[in-house]
Each structure stands twice: as structure tokens, then as C-alpha cells.
């Protein structure tokens, strides 16, 4: 299990949860960094979050999936999809606290837009670095950073959630701008790679993606295994 505190090395703590449950690949980014990509199978892993101020028992643990990095449970309850309102909400470093502590006992619309948000800071910040950085910014602006200017001390889920919506497609996409060659390598397990087949490396062809799924090919740091 992984703990996770809101506090303003946010994105540093995702990175290191998502380097830990998924498998790193020779396929380079537009920014020259590399993508990152699922598991196969049907184990899952837990993260708890906790407040940036408070004690550890006081967080709530989601499940995820290897496969696709989806949130299975918030605790023991099952969890399925985000609430409609969702890209109403532009939360604080303070709100996500506030969720935390509240949703032991929340009940009804609020449980349920409660639940989505933790669900989306969290798994779209893995599968996405904007989405990492944003939620980490926006913590930092709340908590009065002296050195970072400029970031928005809220963070509108409106502005992310396209490309929340679209990591499926735009992992899609992504894989298929690579070349045969990369796809074969990419998807079998490096123990069974020859040595010339490790250090394959190729980047991505962003000319063969869809203009409408660019964006979300970009910030997609975890790409889903195909199929």
C-alpha cells in the first residue's frame, strides 16, 4: 500500500506510485521523456490518501487496477463512474482535505461528487503528468508557496476532464504511431528481450495521431495495453 499526502510534492509522490505498478517502455515522448505503460492482469493496488495535516488512519484508500489504472473501491465500496457534476467543481488544497475527512460519513449527492473528485485527482494524475502537476500546483497555491507564482489556487476539473475522458482513445492512438516493430517489443516482457530489442528505442510519430486526440496524447504519461 502506498500512502499519498495532499501536500505540494504531489506530483513527485505520483510519479513514484506510478513508476512502482507500471512498466517503463523505450517509447519517447514528444517532451523526450518516456511513456510509461499498464500491466497486464488482474491484480490490483492500494493507495491511501491521506490530508496534508492529520494522521494516517485518517485517509481513505482507493483499489486500482494494473490494467488500466481504474479505481475498483473507495474503502469498501464499489466505484464505477464520475458523478455528472464533476466539471462543476474547482477545489482547494483545503476541499481535498475536507474530502478526505468527510467522506466516512457523507451521504447522497455529496458522497457520490466526494468520491469522483478523490478518484479523479488521484488516477487521472497517474495516467496523466498535467494532471499530476496541475493537482500539485494548485496545492501549493493554496498552502501560500512564496517561490511558485502564477498558478491558479483552484483547479478547474472542467479544463482537464476532455482529456481525462479521452486516455483510452488517446493511448490508442499513441501506440498506433509507433512502428510494428515497437509495438512487438513494447508489449512482451523485457525478461524475454534480447539485448539488441532492449535498447530499441523510438519516438513517437505525433503526425499519425488524430488532431483532435494530440492534446491527449502529449499529457498521457501511462499509456493503456491495447486490446
Request: net charge positive.
Amino acid at each position: 500500500m502506498f500512502l499519498l499526502r495532499i501536500a505540494e510534492d504531489w506530483a513527485s509522490q505520483i510519479s513514484r506510485i506510478r513508476d512502482a505498478h507500471t512498466d517503463d517502455t523505450h517509447l519517447i515522448r514528444f517532451d523526450n521523456t518516456y511513456y510509461r505503460l499498464c500491466r497486464p492482469g488482474p491484480e490490483t493496488f492500494k493507495v491511501t490518501v491521506a490530508p496534508g495535516i492529520g494522521r494516517v488512519e485518517e485517509g481513505i484508500t482507493l483499489t486500482l487496477q494494473v490494467r488500466d489504472l481504474y479505481v475498483t473501491h473507495i474503502g469498501t465500496q464499489l466505484f464505477g463512474r464520475y458523478a455528472s457534476t464533476l466539471d462543476r467543481l474547482a477545489p482547494q488544497a483545503l476541499t481535498l482535505d475536507q474530502v478526505v475527512h468527510e467522506l466516512p460519513t457523507a451521504q447522497g449527492d455529496r458522497l457520490f461528487e466526494w468520491q469522483s473528485l478523490l478518484v479523479f485527482c488521484v488516477a487521472e494524475s497517474l495516467r496523466n503528468d498535467l494532471i499530476a502537476m496541475a493537482v500539485g500546483q494548485m496545492i501549493s497555491a493554496t498552502m501560500g508557496n512564496p517561490v511558485l507564482r502564477g498558478p491558479a489556487a483552484q483547479l478547474p476539473v472542467r479544463d482537464y476532464l476532455p482529456i481525462a475522458r479521452t486516455w483510452g482513445q488517446g493511448s490508442d492512438a499513441v501506440f498506433q504511431a509507433f512502428s510494428p516493430q515497437a509495438q512487438r517489443i513494447v508489449l512482451r516482457p523485457r525478461s524475454q528481450l534480447s539485448l539488441v530489442e532492449r535498447r530499441f528505442y523510438e519516438r513517437v510519430d505525433e503526425t499519425k495521431i488524430p488532431s483532435h486526440l494530440v492534446r491527449s496524447a502529449r499529457t498521457i504519461k501511462v499509456l493503456k495495453r491495447p486490446g
